[in-house]
């Protein structure tokens, strides 16, 4: 079962701010949090991870709160190619599987 | 450098007959996963090798599902005899180096049992 809670959906207008949340309150201090995408009919792609401390690559931005029962992935500057279903996901860097849930169905908007 | 990548990116067959998916892993990648989404569900982990090795396959749902490595290299998952409840998407993944490292997907294979 998912250790996760995500809005079901959002929407973003093109070229503005995506804010993507994710509570995980039960999560422990050797979890990290993971996010991954799926656009439509193709495979889950990988984001972006972190553990403590914030972290941006090319892609995404991740900020994890001080106490790391919350974490907002933020895609700076929406493009409508970003529509897709984002799964926040945690789990101990030796787990063998990815949890996923539910996740938050992104809606770029023109 | 080459992603995951998986064949067929379809198929459809009849209640009862065999399917054999492949995944070919990303190169020097020892870990590989399989995954599926059926329906309407959350996408579930299958099973993970470790080069040819089972390493956790309790996400196998039953025995009609076979998985093999032979060689440490690609993998085929076998459904033998298919269920209409099989259909799905089904996804495989591979990382690098220790288990807990990043996964990386494939486009997946959609099956559709009729």
């Known amino acids: 079962d998912a250790k996760t809670t995500q809005p079901p959906s959002m929407d973003c207008a093109e070229g503005r701010a995506a804010n993507l949340p994710c509570n995980h309150s039960t999560i422990s201090g050797n979890e990290y949090v993971y996010w991954y995408r799926q656009i439509h009919s193709q495979g889950p792609q990988y984001i972006i991870h972190?553990?403590?401390n914030n972290e941006t690559n090319e892609m995404a931005s991740l900020i994890i709160t001080e106490d790391r029962k919350s974490s907002t992935l933020i895609l700076p500057h929406a493009t409508l190619r970003d529509t897709a279903v984002y799964y926040c996901?945690?789990?101990?860097?030796?787990?063998?599987?990815?949890?996923f849930g539910a996740g938050t169905r992104l809606t770029v908007k023109p | 450098e080459a992603g995951v990548t998986q064949f067929p990116s379809h198929s459809v067959i009849e209640k009862g007959q065999t399917v054999t998916l492949r995944c070919d892993p990303i190169?020097?990648?020892?870990?590989l996963y399989w995954y599926r989404r059926v329906m309407g569900k959350e996408i579930k982990f299958l099973l993970h090798f470790v080069k040819e090795s089972k390493q956790d396959e309790s996400g196998m749902p039953n025995n009609r599902f076979l998985a093999e490595r032979t060689g440490g290299t690609y993998s085929t998952l076998k459904v033998q005899p298919a269920e209409l409840e099989d259909s799905g998407v089904y996804f495989c993944a591979s990382s690098q180096g220790r288990p807990g490292e990043t996964q990386y997907f494939g486009p997946g294979t959609r099956l559709l049992v009729l």
């Open positions: 972190g553990l403590k």
């Open positions: 190169s020097g990648h020892d870990n």
């Open positions: 996901i945690v789990r101990v860097n030796v787990d063998n599987d990815m949890r």
